[in-house]
């Protein structure tokens, strides 16, 4: 491995070299990911845990008494404990395996909501976010008969807390939903006041932390949210799992979301009964491989340290706002440097988001264009798309230069 335990900090050009992806040029240039907030590149690390597992370990979990089901039933557990310690969380039974933070957040909106909330209560969202925790709220909300209050973004870019007080007067405010940190401008919020808000309230807090889980420490009992969902596949870790963390005692109350194989108690023709924690909730063949590769992202991001990746993307971002405030026609979305994640988005004027992505591929540079699923943001912001240059801990200044040479080629196309 690139990195040690006790590394200050982290050392992205040596890491880089854990990562297959980067062995290729692509149109004959070398390769400059700025995707990683869409989705990050998998170490050898992973790689390797998910292929070993499958020669050696394979079968189905918590089923089987061989020693492969045994195996594999480890390998599953194993992984749960290693999410339970990535997020501080009192009990490895508050960690329930998904698809992705959507299934996660859903399965809050539709478990919870759908039993809780009705005519008078509210849900609050804010303008910031990715339509997965915007989107299921507004419609469990609708489908109950309950408000959906959105909270705008002051001229700053901040969350504007100023309506809570007329929100609360006018409604029973039951969820507070939002993300700790942005995938569209990367800023990063500082949850604290709303947290307190929302449990004066008696809401739950739910978390989206698919974007900062990758790049900061994420503690549960620190933040005191009740639900907080986050994503493998954007911390090195396989797609296809993802976790949600709940409150156990909120969890127990719930219905469970999916229903067949594995989640029950007992079935029986007049009545069936769920299963204990987590399994209620992990209805049908869990993501076992997924699962293990997971494990070993947690151990490849805890070993290069989340403080170390943290302090390196607003190193990165400080260097690429910078850099690209030397651009010509450059507008840049966003907070300073130092609140906000290894994000940047920004328009070049005259030139359509996709028309920049398309040229910059050439170039061998992988960014994102498009509403990044944040459209009511893209809405405040008065555009309806943006260019989005993402990095992590894999990512070194020199790609960042190569982006901005890309954009100066940019320029000369539509000279
Ligand atoms: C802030 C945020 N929330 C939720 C999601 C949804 O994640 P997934 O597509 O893995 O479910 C994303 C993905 O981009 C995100 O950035």
Redesign the pocket.
């Known amino acids: 491995m690139a990195v040690t335990a006790n590394q200050k900090k982290l050392d992205a050009h040596t890491l880089r070299a854990d990562f297959p992806i980067f062995e290729q040029v692509i149109h004959g240039k070398p390769l400059a990911y700025l995707d990683s907030?869409?989705?990050s590149q998998k170490p050898r690390q992973v790689l390797d845990a998910m292929t070993e597992f499958y020669e050696t370990s394979y079968a189905n979990v918590h089923r089987a008494v061989h020693v492969l089901g045994e195996r594999a039933t480890a390998g599953l557990e194993g992984a749960r404990e290693k999410v339970r310690a990535l997020l501080n969380a009192p009990d490895v039974r508050e960690v329930i395996f998904v698809?992705?933070?959507?299934?996660?957040?859903n399965l809050v909106a539709y478990s919870w909501g759908g039993n809780n909330l009705g005519p008078g209560d509210a849900v609050v969202v804010t303008e910031l976010?990715?339509?997965?925790?915007f989107v299921p709220w507004q419609y469990i909300a609708k489908r109950q008969g309950a408000e959906f209050r959105m909270l705008p973004l002051d001229d700053e870019g901040e969350v504007d807390l100023a309506g809570l007080d007329e929100i609360a007067r006018d409604c029973n405010v039951k969820v507070v939903a939002t993300?700790l940190?942005?995938?569209?401008l990367g800023t990063i919020s500082d949850l604290a006041s709303l947290v307190t808000w929302a449990h004066e309230q008696g809401a739950i807090f739910v978390c989206?932390?698919?974007?900062?889980a990758p790049h900061l420490r994420v503690d549960v009992q620190a933040l005191d949210c009740d639900f907080l969902?986050i994503?493998g596949?954007?911390m090195c870790g396989p797609?296809g799992i993802?976790a949600l963390w709940g409150r156990a005692e909120l969890l127990r109350r719930m219905e469970p979301f999916l229903l067949g194989g594995h989640m029950i108690n007992s079935v029986r023709y007049e009545k069936t009964t769920w299963g204990e924690l987590p399994h209620k909730f992990e209805a049908g063949t869990s993501p076992i491989a997924e699962a293990v590769g997971f494990g070993a992202a947690i151990d490849y991001l805890q070993a290069a340290g989340l403080d170390a990746i943290e302090a390196h993307e607003h190193e990165l971002a400080a260097y690429a706002l910078g850099r690209l405030g030397e651009v010509p026609g450059i507008k840049l979305y966003g907070p300073p440097a130092e609140r906000r994640a290894g994000v940047v988005s920004f328009n070049v004027e005259g030139i359509h988001p996709h028309d920049v992505a398309q040229i910059l591929d050439r170039e061998g540079i992988a960014i994102r264009a498009g509403h990044?699923?944040c459209q009511p943001l893209m809405h405040k912001l008065g555009v309806a798309a943006t260019n989005r240059a993402s990095f992590y801990l894999y990512t070194v200044p020199e790609e960042i230069d190569q982006l901005v040479d890309g954009l100066a080629t940019v320029h000369k196309v539509f000279a």
Not at 99 to 105: D, F, G, I
Not at 129 to 133: F, Q, V
Request: hydrophobic share 25%; with cysteine.
């Open positions: 907030a869409n989705s698809r992705n933070a959507t299934e996660a957040l976010e990715h339509h997965s925790n993300n940190v942005s995938n569209s989206d932390a698919a974007q900062a969902a994503s596949h954007k797609s993802g990044h699923c």
